[in-house]
């Protein structure tokens, strides 16, 4: 009995305001509001955060394969599910796969993690990001979020069971971006709605009813990953589906996330979900993927460490245009009076990665202080190289001091720097994030977060900074 054993989402707390941006230019209108990660975060970045959310306890967290689904990797030519690998701290000896250039690329990811267990893998990680453009002011801008979801896949503890799946492939070109390609291109909608999303998905969901002798009745949630959320109700509809039966609503809130679309409604039906219950997963993009799953009764002891509930309602909603354009690279400015930011030694990225990535410190095996960054020798009773790994990403954290810099060079400034103690012991200097200003305080708790650094010389840089506590 294959299936998902847990799942985790990840949506970044900036929301950008559709009507915020056709008042930008002069136009009335635009409902709801789109997720947008943060200057300082990328699909490797919220994948990471996706996965620390399937974690539903304080034990290991441990796989066998990793698989990373998005259109967007921050590489052409590097593996990111080999930095997933490290920033989550997972054994040396794993499969690590990256999936991309298809929005069925983390259905592809999903069955391709299925059949690893099935073949005698114990267990399978899938996570899957985007953060996709549209050009300003167009209609791909306005519709387009970012968002991550992650999917735990083994044979134990079973939340919903894998039960069947069928797949249709057709090259249609109807949306793309090519290598030089900063924003989505698309042809006509009409016709990759009609020659493509309608006939394709119905197909692959057609096989997949009559294959286990079901009729659309049968099925208590349907997800119809596609275009827009309008379409998707006409499908459901045209297929025989009820309304109540298709799972929607995450446009207005979100946007259209991508590759993550579908795994992040999958994981906000699943947090409803009941024993017993069928749920039909339609993925789109040249062609569709239809999975059928089977809930369990394991799905009433589960619970991910935030879901997809909670982080929706945890967020930022007064983001302004301009500063999304900043964030996202679409609005040049003036350069700080700063040198250039060196490339990083490729070197010294792989000595020190298990700090960088994987969050490690050191503590004291004589006298069990612990200490960040690694030491060699003891602070608190001298020892000298009586030092052991130490991770402090899992830990609880509190605010010692902090301070607020309005002249330091930022995408969304002020810069703030806190000095964190951790539960255990331990120290750190590190930056906050995710914050509303006026609740800063001493004694805030806060947690790790996994963000992109930097990007110097075509190498992105990774680490490990503080948010308030979601």
């Known amino acids: 009995m294959v299936g998902i054993t847990g799942y985790g989402a990840y949506i970044p707390f900036s929301r950008l305001s559709r009507k915020v941006i056709a008042e930008a230019y002069g136009e009335k209108g635009g409902s709801g509001e789109k997720a947008v990660a943060n200057h300082d975060e990328d699909s490797l970045s919220m994948a990471v955060e996706a996965a620390m959310d399937a974690k539903a ?3 290991d967290f441990n796989v066998d394969v990793v698989f990373f689904a998005s259109t967007t990797p921050p590489y052409k030519e590097k593996q990111s599910s080999a930095i997933i690998r490290s920033a989550l701290d997972f054994k040396r000896n794993i499969r690590a796969t990256d999936v991309t250039d298809s929005l069925r690329a983390s259905s592809g990811a999903l069955l391709s993690a299925a059949d690893a ?51 249709i492939t ?28 309608n006939q394709l998905v119905s197909e692959a969901i057609h096989e997949l009813l009559t294959s286990n002798d079901l009729h659309t009745t049968d099925i208590t949630k349907v997800i119809l990953a596609g275009p827009k959320e309008r379409y998707q109700k006409k499908l459901a509809s045209t297929l025989g589906f009820s309304e109540e039966q298709l799972m929607a609503g995450h446009e207005n809130l979100i946007g259209h996330c ?14 409803g979900a009941s024993p017993g219950d069928l749920i039909v997963m339609a993925t789109y993009g040249s062609g569709s993927d239809a999975i059928l799953f089977k809930v369990t009764e394991k799905i009433r002891s589960y619970s991910p460490r935030m879901g997809f509930a909670k982080q929706l309602q945890s967020k930022r909603d007064n983001l302004p245009y301009t500063t999304y354009l900043k964030w996202k690279n679409m609005l040049p400015v003036e350069a700080g009076r700063r040198p250039e930011i060196p490339q990083p030694s490729a070197p010294a990225m792989y000595r020190h990665q298990e700090q960088n990535l994987g969050g490690y410190g050191s503590i004291c095996t004589a006298c069990e202080t612990p200490y960040f960054p690694k030491q060699h020798v003891c602070a608190e009773c001298g020892a000298i190289r009586q030092m052991e790994p130490y991770k402090f990403t899992d830990k609880k954290g509190k605010v010692v001091t902090y301070t607020s810099d309005y002249l330091a060079v930022s995408p969304d400034p002020p810069s703030t720097f806190n000095v964190i103690d ?45 948010r308030p506590k979601r």
């Open 170 to 197: 057709v090259d249609i070109t109807d949306q793309w971006r090519s290598t030089a390609d900063d924003f989505l291109q698309s042809w006509e909608e009409r016709f990759g709605v009609e020659s493509g999303y």
């Open 422 to 466: 951790f539960e255990g012991g331990g120290r750190m200097i590190c930056e906050m994030v995710d914050y509303h200003f006026d609740q800063l305080a001493v004694g805030m708790e806060v947690e790790m977060t996994f963000r992109h650094l930097y990007e110097a010389g075509s190498l992105h840089n990774y680490t490990w900074k503080v």
């Open 57 to 59: 306890d304080e034990g």
């Open 258 to 271: 991508g590759t993550a679309q579908a795994p992040l409604l999958l994981v906000d039906c699943l947090e």
């Open 117 to 167: 267990v099935k073949s005698g893998e114990k267990s399978a990680l899938v996570t899957t990001s985007d953060t996709r453009l549209g050009g300003a002011q167009g209609g791909f801008e306005a519709l387009l979020g970012d968002g991550a979801a992650s999917l735990l896949i083994g044979s134990e503890n079973v939340l919903a069971t894998i039960e069947d799946s069928k797949s």
